[in-house]
Nanobody, 122 residues
């Protein structure tokens, strides 16, 4: 079992930055790939970024490439999502999810955090 808790969301103006954290419980966190998804009201859950268990492989959704950076510190059981140059269309609830392999498909993930709200104003 893996338990995940997101934090770091909030209200920012367009062009601003936020850093989200995904903290995991358990001693086996380093063996999991971790992915960030987001979901805006009335929309499907969208892939944002993913990182392998080693941190050596990262992937990004087209809408966030060049603006967001995913990283992990396995000694702290934490994955980060640095979000720069935020746009109003980035407004959503952001979730982290863990899997034994990297995937961009939400239905393949069994372990999810509770989500953290990110709101970007114009």
């Amino acid at each position: 079992q893996v338990q995940l808790v997101e934090s770091g969301g909030g209200l920012v103006q367009a062009g601003g930055s936020l850093r989200l954290s995904c903290a995991a419980s358990g001693r086996t966190f380093s063996s999991y790939a971790v992915t960030w998804f987001r979901q805006a009201p009335g929309k499907e859950r969208e892939f944002v970024a993913a990182i392998s268990w080693s941190g050596g492989d990262t992937r990004y959704g087209d809408s966030v490439k060049g603006r967001f950076t995913i990283s992990r510190d396995n000694t702290k059981n934490t994955v980060y999502l640095q979000m720069n140059s935020l746009k109003p269309e980035d407004t959503a609830v952001y979730y982290c999810a863990a899997n034994s392999y990297t995937s961009t498909i939400p239905k393949t993930y069994d372990y999810w955090g509770q989500g953290t709200q990110v709101t970007v104003s114009s």
